[in-house]
């Protein structure tokens, strides 16, 4: 049996606010609500001049101001200011195991642990133990550097993916988590967050379950050429990958001044805090991203994809017969669009796709804008594609002259970890996990840059 830092976990040190006031100090992932300053003058509201997370993080909805090279120095200062001034409680050398109950009455479980980038590897077919489930945009790294590099802190909203049918991990630790012991934290979010509880398995037991779970879903997913495949990103992929390329050049520099490979192996920027879900949680929703193109030839794209993906094209009736015939399937497809007499379509593209059916739909999508060019269009303007959540909006645009509306099946659980194997990352904007409010919250932070 392999140990638990074979397998590329470890226990963390969690540092956590004492007497914690959930709703003034947990706020939500930065990249949330990007085009909503609102809600973030709201979160600013809701810390009420409290320590808080939000004071440690920079909300991406204010990357393009003038003012981020402050607003990154404020986030350290404060981050020295809370470890100095006592706003933390001792660390505690522990997983911690947790329950999130949204605002839509679905319970999300998971668990707290650091992974050691060296198992983790965001470019395609990679067989690291991690890996990304989507295309990692390799410009979207740098910005995200600026704000890790020499943080003292660091804080999670990474979750990674676990392929454990058997609720072996995240499940049996909760087994763990309500024998009896006290919880580390319990309350309220703000905004429309819900709920959340945690609790700390620190024993000599915790760690042997937890490694004897490891083990196991490790041989469930260890493939023929001895590699496995543990662990896939579900949220924060570009923050993940930003933190492997801040532990490559910092490893870099360590090396170059002299570091053993025994100091490398213990150093705190190696690691990356994360919570681990089991996809098979009840709790947690996959939301397929619609597709709506702009300016194209719509009977071409869909004549186009039918043959790609040998699939077979019928009318449908209404809307609603529509959204219900591809919610029912794993590998059907819906278009919106008004025809060239300006009646509104409803079709459907039947297929026998067996894998992920985003995976194969994306490419061929990519590779007729790319073949179009500008004046494809009536108005002689350039084929453009935008991403859809909610089937309003897609009937919605879909209902445009111009534009046809793609509704894409529902994301199936027991594929996914198969085709990103298969075919490596899904395509950008692939999939969504829950709803905007149910993105995992800021709460548990660990020392990073010394």
């Known amino acids: 049996m392999k140990t638990i830092n074979e397998l590329g976990l470890r ?3 969690i540092l956590l606010p004492k007497n914690i006031d959930l709703k003034s100090w947990s706020v939500i992932a930065c990249d949330q609500y990007t085009q909503d300053r609102d809600y973030w003058k709201k979160a600013a509201e809701a810390a009420g001049g409290k320590a808080s997370t939000l004071n440690l993080i920079l909300p991406e909805v204010y990357l ?8 990154i120095d404020k986030i350290r200062q404060t981050m020295k200011s809370y470890l100095k001034s006592g ?3 001792e ?6 195991y947790l329950e999130r109950t949204t605002a839509f009455g679905r319970t999300r479980k998971g668990l707290v642990a650091q992974i050691d ?9 990679s067989k690291a133990n991690i890996r990304a489930t989507e295309a990692t945009i390799v410009d979207r790294i740098p910005p995200r550097k600026e704000i890790r590099k020499g943080a003292p802190l660091e804080l999670p909203h990474i979750m990674l993916l676990v392929n454990d049918k058997d609720g072996l991990l995240v499940e049996g630790a909760g087994k763990l988590a309500h024998d ?16 959340i509880t945690g609790w700390a398995l620190e024993t ?14 490790a041989d469930a997913n260890r493939a023929a050429d001895g590699s496995t495949f543990l662990f896939a990103v579900g949220d924060g992929n570009h923050s993940l990958a930003t933190a492997k390329a801040v532990w490559d050049e910092y490893k870099a520099e360590l090396l170059a001044g002299g570091a053993s490979e025994a100091e490398l192996a213990e150093n705190p920027v190696r690691f990356a805090l994360i919570e681990i879900v089991n996809i098979y949680d009840a709790g947690l929703t996959f939301e397929p991203i619609h597709r709506v193109i702009f300016n194209a030839d719509i009977e071409g794209l869909i004549n186009k994809l039918g043959g790609a993906l040998d699939g077979a094209l019928r009318e449908v009736a209404s809307a609603s017969e529509l959204e219900a015939a591809v919610k029912a399937s794993k590998a059907d497809f819906g278009f919106v669009y008004l025809d060239k007499d300006g009646v509104q379509k409803y079709q459907l593209l039947q297929t026998k796709i067996t894998e992920l059916a985003v995976a194969r739909f994306q490419p061929v999508v990519d590779e007729f804008l790319k073949e179009a060019g500008a004046g494809a269009g009536a108005d002689g303007a350039k084929p453009e594609i935008d991403y859809i959540h909610g089937s309003e909006e897609v009937f919605r645009l879909g209902a445009q002259k111009g534009a046809v509306s793609v509704l894409l099946p529902p994301i199936a659980k027991d594929s996914f ?34």
């Open 11 to 13: 226990v963390p040190e």
């Open 64 to 71: 393009n101001d003038g003012d981020k090279a402050e607003r």
């Open 87 to 89: 706003v933390f409680d």
């Open 91 to 96: 660390a505690r050398k522990a997983f911690v």
């Open 117 to 125: 980038l060296e198992t983790y590897e965001w470019k395609p077919f």
């Open 180 to 195: 009896g012991r006290a919880a580390l934290y319990d309350g309220e979010l703000m905004q429309n967050g819900g709920k």
């Open 204 to 217: 000599a037991g915790d760690l042997e379950y937890i490694t004897g779970a490891l083990n196991k879903i």
């Open 417 to 450: 970890f198969e085709t990103i194997n298969g075919r490596g990352p899904l395509p950008r904007k692939s999939f969504s996990m829950g709803e905007a409010d149910e993105k995992r919250f800021y709460l548990e932070c660990r020392k990073l840059f010394n």
